[in-house]
């Protein structure tokens, strides 16, 4: 299997966790007792269960039955409400937050960014703090982007790019790939996209406040600052629609 944050294979047993293990054995154990408690009792049955040669003579085995024991698990295991399919294997499997690969066959399609997508959008509408959960949600949108264009990137060169900044990486891009992956944004989406990233930036290092880096990159928002950054649900929605976008184009011109 590979796993599907990093894309290192392992074998499968490799993911079992100790608790896991510790659980199977006491289990296995438990039906091992089982088992060879009632083939001996079968045996039994077979070699004194019967007559001797003298008719007079009767043998009564009596046997006791086994009644195998329930074995509980000792730990909790973390439930994951994102069931997937790989378009590519169509094998079906979970993950816990954002991924990059599919366990089986390790494709790293674009529609890994709309189950990333799908993901974080659950999160958002299943917890309470509304102002929270879509800090959150900027941060997991960005850290999603970043990690797509890593693995995009290495198809293209050896070089490592920073991609938690847009500007960097346009550049990246038209320096490897020789085209502007944002050239298709309307004003209205670019707007967006700078304002998640820097809204995330803010958010990532505890910044209370919109500051002069932030912006230098919004300048439509000018008259915020020294404002408290506030996120949207329909800022996050407009946003990833617009990297969507930008990650059709990086795939196309790394293939």
Known sequence: MFCPYCGERYGKDEY????????A???????????????????????????SGNSLIKLTVKTSKYHERPISAHYRERNVDSALTCHECSVRFQVDGIFGFCPKCK??????????????????????NTQRSLRHA????????????????????????????????????????????????SDSESMHLRRVFQ?????????????????????????LLGKAPTPSLSEFEAAADALRKVIDRIVLRTQ
């Open 107 to 128: 494709a790293q399609q674009i529609r890994v960014y709309d189950a990333n997508l799908a993901i974080i959008r659950r999160e958002v509408e299943h917890r309470s």
């Open 25 to 51: 054995r006491r289990v296995a154990k438990e039906k091992v007792t089982k088992y060879t408690h009632d083939e001996v009792n079968k045996m039994l049955r077979r070699a004194f269960g019967g007559s």
């Open 199 to 223: 809204k995330r930036h803010l958010y990532t290092h505890g910044t209370e406040v919109i500051d002069e880096r932030y912006i230098k990159h919004v300048r439509e928002d000018a008259h």
């Open 16 to 23: 079992i966790t100790a608790e896991q293990r510790q659980y």
């Open 138 to 185: 900027y941060a997991e949108l960005v850290s999603t982007f970043e990690l797509l264009c890593k693995r995009r990137a290495k198809k293209v060169t050896t070089d490592n790019g920073q991609f938690q900044s847009l500007e960097a990486t346009r550049q990246f891009f038209q320096d490897h790939s020789g085209v502007d992956v944002f050239s298709e944004l």
